[in-house]
């Protein structure tokens, strides 16, 4: 590594052999009177479940009552234990000290525009939470329209969503408190600065779709229970909110039987001529129905136009009464069609860009022109079509990465895409429609220098004989001596793929000597439908083979050992990380599974969101289901007397999307199971929830914890940097 390129960098000594070991500081400091830890004491309760014939003990049940005195008590008393434990660790100022460095970069959001006002998102590297700014002028930055550091909420709101009104004078957004997935929303006025009076509750996932008119906009929300409070266990329904007017007077538009398997969400085409109503479930899309506007008011009935199915669509826009969806109906990597909303029968439908040899990741409709972000080998590859599919060549990117959205609309000349791999931070970009051009617009410079890093992509050979790939990043002079400190991550679920992305974390990693790998395991989206399937339900056991796989490549190619090599990931990729470790525990010397799906048996109680994810998982009441499921289920598969990993379970006590209980009953199994004197810890934060509510102090204290605990389980080496 050229040391000399980085001035502003200063590392202390990171670990040695010789130095002293965060146990012996824990005792010396007096967190915990001897180099053993003292765990907190959980109780143990007879709980048994039958499934199918099979008892299945569940001795933390009790955990699951998040409100409970003796459940906050417990979490109160883990959190101190760990607090400590991460206090001693010698790595951990330095990795807080490289991370904060990051506080120096200024990022930007993609502008929105309406009627030649563009709003985006901008943090300076020194907010905890990024702010909304307004132009006229692209060429200016123009003005700060909503900071959420200086609501009276102390800086504990985050945003959500937001979306600008058609002629561009009012600002719908959405609002976090703490970190929940429960979202309040509010209206501001773009000239003024100033806040509608009113406020609308019960919403988490939903975005506002305005009406052509801009005087009203429509949202999803969850309805009312007997106690009047907004109950999420059931769907949500399409409501119209007109504007300065109280939300217990929103119209009603659209609404689900209790018995569907799906939650609808509207939007509002270009034109201003439909509403689309899109069927979800999960993180995806599988059906349709409209229904037309005129004068901005509702016209007639709902009509039914994509069936509900196992195919995922995304409605990209129209064209008039064409609709464009980006579709893996009869085609597993993804095509563009054409519905006519006049002749909406199935036999009536028009494929405009047909499936390829690469899977589509995301497509966009702007300018007249159908923008298409195809995965090459997990890399982002953008081409453009006209709207009956003529090819008119590729967008030119500045590298092998990911780029995202592409926003505009059907009549724009101009568009917005970001651009980042994992030397890269995201770059906003500005994307002429009629000529091709690209130009930066805003972005973000990372105080590292690209050209000290190698990032490789290679392949390996998963159990079943399946080809899969890995990214693996390391400085440019380490030498592969089989014992490098190596962290390998990834997901393997709901077709998400994991491409090249920019990860303070990971260039920290880099930064000290370490390895990063990142493998693209079934499951996720990276080759097309057939890829996420082959990694569901009762093929789940795939992902956990090609995670398995990809470790032992990176031990039979020198870059590690059994020693050196640490797990970790977050959601479904806690699921991934809590799996292998179950079923390999010998494979990892460090494990940190960060809010993750950990009893898989009852995942579905926890709420109507969790439930929709049975697409995936499938269900303990399906037998079959059932077995599969309790095969992996990581709380379940824990066995006393075992060796595990170091663990630095990860959890936050306001995410209500994977509920914490996951990570407690997990992480109070793991400290009774665990069979030799390797930690078994929990961090669980009081103001966050799923991936939401983050402030930039937080990420950085996150980020430096996990590493520095994977440093000392990995008995990283001295590394100093001038």
């Given at each position: 590594?050229?040391?000399?390129?980085?001035?502003?960098?200063?590392?202390?000594?990171?670990?040695?052999?010789?130095?002293?070991?965060?146990?012996?500081?824990?005792?010396?400091?007096?967190?915990?009177?001897?180099?053993?830890?003292?765990?907190?004491?959980?109780?143990?309760?007879?709980?048994?479940?039958?499934?199918?014939?099979?008892?299945?003990?569940?001795?933390?049940?009790?955990?699951?009552?998040?409100?409970?005195?003796?459940?906050?008590?417990?979490?109160?008393?883990?959190?101190?234990v760990?607090?400590?434990?991460?206090?001693?660790?010698?790595?951990?100022?330095?990795?807080?000290?490289?991370?904060g460095?990051?506080?120096?970069?200024?990022?930007?959001?993609?502008?929105?525009?309406?009627?030649?006002?563009?709003?985006?998102?901008?943090?300076?590297?020194?907010?905890?939470?990024?702010?909304?700014?307004?132009?006229?002028?692209?060429?200016?930055?123009?003005?700060?329209?909503?900071?959420?550091?200086?609501?009276?909420?102390?800086?504990?709101?985050?945003?959500?969503?937001?979306?600008?009104?058609?002629?561009?004078?009012?600002?719908?957004?959405?609002?976090?408190?703490?970190?929940?997935?429960?979202k309040?929303?509010?209206?501001?006025?773009?000239?003024?600065?100033?806040?509608?009076?009113?406020?609308?509750?019960?919403?988490?996932f939903?975005?506002?779709?305005?009406?052509?008119?801009?005087?009203?906009?429509?949202?999803?929300?969850?309805?009312?229970?007997?106690?009047?409070?907004?109950?999420?266990?059931?769907?949500?329904?399409?409501?119209?909110?007109?504007?300065?007017?109280?939300?217990?007077?929103?119209?009603?538009?659209?609404?689900?039987?209790?018995d569907?398997?799906?939650?609808?969400?509207?939007s509002?085409?270009?034109?201003?001529?439909?509403?689309?109503?899109?069927?979800?479930?999960?993180?995806?899309?599988?059906?349709?129905?409209?229904?037309?506007?005129?004068?901005?008011?509702?016209?007639?009935?709902?009509?039914?136009?994509?069936?509900?199915?196992?195919?995922?669509?995304?409605?990209?826009?129209?064209?008039?009464?064409?609709?464009?969806?980006?579709?893996?109906?009869?085609?597993?990597?993804?095509?563009?069609?054409?519905?006519?909303?006049?002749?909406?029968?199935?036999?009536?439908?028009?494929?405009?860009?047909?499936?390829?040899?690469?899977?589509?990741?995301?497509?966009?409709?702007?300018?007249?022109?159908?923008?298409?972000?195809?995965?090459?080998?997990?890399?982002?590859?953008?081409?453009?079509?006209?709207?009956?599919?003529?090819?008119?060549?590729?967008?030119?990117?500045?590298?092998?990465?990911?780029?995202?959205?592409?926003?505009?609309?059907?009549?724009?000349?101009?568009?917005?895409?970001?651009?980042?791999?994992?030397?890269?931070?995201?770059?906003?970009?500005?994307?002429d429609?009629?000529?091709?051009?690209?130009?930066?617009?805003?972005?973000?410079?990372?105080?590292?220098?690209?050209?000290?890093?190698?990032?490789?992509?290679?392949?390996?050979?998963?159990?079943?004989?399946?080809?899969?790939?890995?990214?693996?990043?390391?400085?440019?002079?380490?030498?592969?001596?089989?014992?490098?400190?190596?962290?390998?991550?990834?997901?393997?679920?709901?077709?998400?793929?994991?491409?090249?992305?920019?990860?303070?974390?990971?260039?920290?990693?880099?930064?000290?000597?370490?390895?990063?790998?990142?493998?693209?395991?079934?499951?996720?989206?990276?080759?097309?439908?057939?890829?996420?399937?082959?990694?569901?339900?009762?093929?789940?056991?795939?992902?956990?083979?090609d995670?398995?796989?990809?470790?032992?490549?990176l031990?039979?190619?020198?870059?590690?050992?059994?020693?050196h090599?640490?797990?970790?990931g977050?959601?479904?990729?806690?699921?991934?990380?809590?799996?292998?470790?179950?079923?390999?525990?010998?494979?990892?010397?460090?494990?940190?599974?960060?809010?993750?799906?950990?009893?898989?048996?009852?995942?579905?109680?926890?709420?109507?969101?969790?439930?929709?994810?049975?697409?995936?998982?499938?269900?303990?009441?399906?037998?079959?289901?059932?077995?599969?499921?309790?095969?992996?289920?990581?709380?379940?598969?824990?066995?006393?007397?075992?060796?595990?990993?170091?663990?630095?379970?990860?959890?936050?006590?306001?995410?209500?999307?994977?509920?914490?209980?996951?990570?407690?009953?997990?992480?109070?199994?793991?400290?009774?199971?665990?069979?030799?004197?390797?930690?078994?810890?929990?961090?669980?934060?009081?103001?966050?929830?799923?991936?939401?509510?983050?402030t930039t102090?937080?990420?950085?204290?996150?980020?430096?914890e996990?590493?520095?605990?994977?440093?000392?389980?990995?008995?990283?080496?001295?590394?100093?940097?001038?």
């Amino acid at each position: 590594m050229n040391c000399h390129k980085r001035p502003t960098r200063m590392w202390k000594l990171l670990l040695s052999s010789t130095a002293v070991s965060a146990t012996v500081i824990f005792a010396v400091i007096g967190c915990g009177g001897n180099p053993r830890i003292d765990y907190p004491a959980a109780r143990v309760v007879n709980q048994t479940d039958t499934y199918h014939g099979v008892d299945v003990r569940d001795p933390y049940r009790w955990l699951e009552d998040l409100e409970a005195e003796e459940t906050r008590q417990w979490v109160e008393a883990q959190n101190a234990v760990t607090d400590c434990y991460l206090q001693a660790l010698p790595a951990r100022a330095s990795f807080e000290e490289i991370l904060g460095a990051t506080r120096d970069d200024e990022t930007f959001g993609w502008p929105q525009q309406a009627s030649g006002t563009y709003v985006y998102t901008h943090n300076s590297g020194r907010q905890e939470r990024d702010s909304i700014w307004v132009t006229t002028d692209l060429a200016e930055r123009g003005r700060v329209l909503l900071d959420p550091n200086r609501m009276q909420s102390g800086g504990a709101a985050s945003l959500w969503f937001f979306s600008l009104s058609p002629d561009g004078k009012k600002l719908a957004y959405g609002l976090s408190e703490g970190g929940s997935d429960w979202k309040t929303w509010q209206i501001r006025d773009v000239e003024t600065g100033q806040d509608l009076p009113e406020v609308l509750a019960g919403t988490k996932f939903t975005v506002a779709a305005w009406s052509p008119d801009s005087e009203s906009f429509y949202y999803s929300r969850y309805p009312r229970d007997e106690n009047d409070d907004f109950d999420g266990q059931k769907h949500v329904a399409v409501y119209r909110h007109k504007l300065e007017t109280e939300q217990s007077v929103d119209r009603l538009v659209y609404s689900v039987s209790d018995d569907a398997p799906y939650d609808p969400y509207a939007s509002v085409t270009d034109d201003g001529r439909y509403l689309i109503l899109g069927l979800w479930r999960g993180p995806r899309t599988y059906g349709y129905d409209f229904l037309p506007l005129r004068n901005a008011e509702l016209q007639g009935h709902v009509t039914h136009l994509i069936p509900a199915g196992k195919e995922f669509f995304g409605f990209l826009g129209n064209d008039g009464p064409l609709f464009f969806f980006w579709t893996t109906w009869n085609a597993p990597l993804g095509q563009i069609i054409a519905v006519d909303v006049t002749e909406p029968a199935r036999s009536r439908w028009r494929t405009i860009v047909e499936d390829t040899d690469a899977a589509i990741e995301s497509a966009s409709l702007v300018g007249r022109r159908l923008i298409v972000n195809y995965l090459a080998d997990a890399t982002s590859k953008v081409k453009v079509f006209d709207l009956a599919g003529v090819s008119l060549g590729e967008v030119a990117l500045p590298g092998r990465g990911t780029t995202m959205w592409f926003l505009g609309a059907i009549d724009d000349s101009e568009c917005f895409f970001s651009y980042e791999d994992f030397t890269t931070p995201p770059t906003i970009f500005k994307y002429d429609v009629g000529s091709g051009e690209v130009t930066s617009f805003f972005g973000s410079e990372a105080d590292s220098d690209p050209s000290d890093y190698v990032t490789d992509q290679v392949f390996f050979t998963s159990a079943d004989g399946t080809r899969v790939p890995i990214f693996v990043v390391h400085g440019d002079t380490v030498e592969l001596d089989g014992s490098l400190p190596t962290i390998l991550t990834g997901y393997g679920g709901f077709g998400i793929s994991l491409t090249p992305r920019y990860d303070p974390a990971a260039t920290a990693w880099v930064e000290a000597g370490g390895v990063w790998a990142v493998a693209n395991i079934r499951g996720g989206g990276e080759y097309g439908e057939a890829w996420h399937q082959a990694g569901t339900k009762l093929q789940k056991q795939n992902i956990f083979d090609d995670f398995i796989g990809a470790a032992e490549w990176l031990i039979d190619n020198h870059y590690t050992n059994p020693q050196h090599l640490a797990v970790r990931g977050g959601s479904n990729g806690g699921l991934l990380v809590g799996a292998v470790v179950g079923q390999r525990p010998d494979l990892f010397a460090a494990s940190n599974p960060m809010g993750g799906i950990l009893d898989m048996l009852r995942y579905q109680v926890a709420s109507a969101n969790a439930l929709s994810w049975s697409d995936e998982y499938g269900l303990s009441d399906n037998e079959p289901e059932f077995h599969a499921l309790y095969a992996y289920s990581p709380y379940h598969n824990l066995k006393e007397g075992v060796c595990y990993p170091a663990t630095l379970v990860m959890a936050d006590e306001n995410d209500n999307r994977v509920v914490p209980w996951h990570s407690y009953k997990y992480a109070a199994r793991l400290q009774n199971a665990q069979g030799c004197d390797r930690p078994v810890l929990i961090r669980i934060e009081t103001a966050t929830g799923h991936d939401v509510g983050t402030t930039t102090s937080q990420s950085i204290k996150r980020n430096a914890e996990s590493l520095a605990f994977a440093a000392e389980a990995l008995e990283m080496k001295p590394v100093v940097l001038h």
